[in-house]
């Protein structure tokens, strides 16, 4: 059973685009959702986290917008680039639970 | 080096066969993490150890795989009489965490490249 769901598997911008990737979760215990970066042949790289008692991070390009009430959170990448191109996994974790759990990843290419 | 590191990169084995993979994490890092991750997935939780104490392995998905941390800082996944369904990329991750305190809420895992494994 996916804890996390992740949407769309693929996204293709065009370069100054603005990128979007959603995702979404069913157990209301989770207060911790990061997202991950990871380009091919590396492991996954923390981008950005949000805990649910913001609505909103904003980090440079890289913006999560969160709602609590539909438990669902996505990640916003502003003036896409080509070195963007990655694939990005969304995760979530609980208080007293020590793993993540993470989302299929959706594969972002950018074009020039 | 200051990341995570893992060993092999790459790993071909028969069915049947077992394998160590290794993983040295950050200096330093108490928790120690592995996930395996299908091709096109997410990583899947594994197991995880607090210095040496293995203290979930609830993720781990038979009893051929097995996990250890003797001296609470390098440590070996290894799987013994290797299944096809098996192949997949096995990854390493630690994060610092206070003293006699098990990795919380928001501890940064940092990831190694990962082992593929090809079991054919």
């Known amino acids: 059973q996916q804890q996390v769901k992740q949407s769309p598997q693929s996204l293709i911008v065009q370069k100054g685009g603005i990128s979007i990737i959603n995702c979404a979760y069913e157990?209301?215990?989770?207060?911790?959702f990061p997202w991950y970066q990871q380009f091919p042949g590396k492991g996954p790289a923390l981008l950005i986290a949000?805990?649910?008692?913001?609505s909103e991070k904003k980090e440079g390009r890289f913006t999560i917008s969160f709602n609590k009430s539909a438990k669902q959170f996505s990640l916003h990448i502003m003036d896409s680039q080509p070195g963007d191109s990655a694939t990005y996994f969304c995760a979530a974790q609980q208080t007293g639970a020590n793993n993540l759990f993470f989302g299929t990843g959706t594969r972002l290419t950018v074009i020039p | 080096g200051a990341g995570v590191s893992q060993s092999p990169r790459y790993k071909v084995a028969k069915r049947g066969q077992d394998v160590a993979l290794r993983c040295d994490p950050i200096?330093?890092?108490?928790?120690l993490f592995w996930y395996q991750q299908a091709l096109g997935q997410g990583p899947e939780f594994l197991t995880y150890f607090q210095n040496e104490a293995q203290l979930d392995k609830s993720g781990l998905p038979s009893d051929r795989f097995f996990a250890e941390r003797p001296e609470g800082s390098v440590s070996t996944l290894k799987i013994q009489r290797t299944q096809q369904e098996d192949s997949a990329v096995y990854l390493c991750?630690?994060?610092?965490?206070?003293?006699?305190?098990?990795?919380?809420?928001?501890?940064?895992?940092?990831f190694g490249p990962g082992t593929r494994l090809t079991v054919l």
């Open positions: 200096s330093g890092h108490v928790s």
């Open positions: 991750a630690s994060s610092f965490s206070l003293p006699d305190r098990e990795a919380a809420l928001g501890d940064e895992q940092f």
């Open positions: 157990n209301t215990a989770f207060d911790y």
């Open positions: 949000i805990r649910p008692d913001v």
